[in-house]
């Protein structure tokens, strides 16, 4: 659609698909991975998921820029999207098995330590714990919301930054690169996502607070070391992306953990959009510069909230799993006990 588009109106119908496929596609292959991986791997899986998924954007970005450049905006660089998209449809046919066998026998097992399982709840209650109710589950809801707010700003404001200031469009596809190449690195870098059973040591909320914090603390710095700057942006949301994943795979029962991941992800990714008309209300207001100090103020605070808000959720049992369970089922007295515990 985006190649042959005759109007405006073609493009920004063309870019709801992309968001269908992501709320499809992306958010499936998480879930089938913290069912695969289970408890004590899904860290790992999920900063590897995360790796392979924005180091494929970082190379994307790159090429395309470098496409354009020589061959024009449209419609030499979608030829690669046609390809990737034929990749994509052969292999999910192909090569991809069910997992809810993982998610079963996850929840057998911790029915055979005796967890209390509860009662499985509706999706609009899984809605309202994930988004506002369970400490950690919205917690993880809100940060993943700010975290993509920043990158909705970022993709919108930085490459019209960079064209004021005269650079070419291969260099800009460059920069735009260097941001998921940063994540991508740092997600298959950082093991501290992951411990063993002898060692659940591992604070995710360390990963949660200070990303947000470096995300923020890396905004007002000078065009001519941007590359560096963007680089510590996407480390930032590589220690976010998988650790909150992981999280809310922590807290949730596999019962309802699809559910749960889907409604984290409606608010993650809800993130672009509300970044992208923030971004455009306080560039207009404001201008550029000072929009993107207060989008880093938000994160800061964003950051603030989860470390004051959010409990440890990397270990086996404990009182934040029985605070879900209790909310999930209902249980106000049980779940007010829990939450003093956690």
């Not at 989008?295 to 270990?315: F, I, K, N, P, Q």
Request: proline share 4%; aromatic share 6%.
């Amino acid at each position: 659609m985006v190649m042959w588009a005759p109007t405006w109106g073609w493009i920004v119908l063309a870019n709801v698909l992309p968001g269908v496929n992501q709320g499809l596609t992306w958010s499936t292959t998480v879930i089938m991975k913290i069912d695969l991986a289970g408890p004590r791997r899904r860290g790992l899986a999920m900063g590897l998921n995360e790796a392979a998924g924005y180091g494929a954007v970082a190379v994307t970005a790159l090429t395309t820029g470098f496409i354009a450049e020589h061959a024009g905006l449209r419609p030499a660089p979608f030829f690669l999207g046609l390809a990737y998209a034929a990749l994509g449809l052969g292999l999910s046919t192909l090569a991809v098995r069910e997992t809810r066998g993982h998610a079963d026998l996850e929840a057998a097992a911790r029915a055979t330590a005796g967890e209390e399982v509860g009662q499985e709840p509706s999706p609009r209650r899984v809605f309202v714990l994930t988004s506002f109710r369970e400490p950690a589950l919205s917690s993880c809801s809100q940060a993943g919301m700010v975290n993509n707010l920043n990158d909705g700003m970022a993709w919108r404001l930085f490459p019209l930054l960079f064209a004021r200031g005269g650079l070419s469009v291969a260099a800009i596809g460059t920069l735009a690169a260097t941001y998921p190449r940063g994540v991508g690195a740092r997600a298959a870098a950082d093991r501290r996502h992951v411990r063993s059973a002898r060692a659940q040591v591992d604070d995710r909320r360390r990963d949660v607070g200070p990303g947000g914090g470096d995300r923020a603390g890396r905004r007002g710095h000078r065009v001519r070391r941007v590359g560096g700057r963007i680089g510590a942006l996407g480390a930032g949301t590589a220690m976010v992306y998988p650790t909150l994943l992981a999280a809310i795979g922590d807290v949730a029962h596999p019962a309802w953990r699809a559910s749960a991941v889907g409604v984290y992800r409606l608010w993650r990714d809800a993130g672009y959009a509300v970044g992208a008309v923030v971004a455009r209300v306080l560039a207009d207001a404001f201008g550029a510069t000072t929009a993107i100090w207060m989008v880093a103020v938000l994160t800061a605070a964003s950051g603030c909230l989860v470390a004051g808000r959010m409990y440890e959720t990397h270990r086996p049992t404990g009182a934040g799993r029985r605070l879900a369970v209790a909310e999930a089922s209902g249980d106000s007295t049980a779940a007010g006990a829990s939450g003093r515990e956690a």
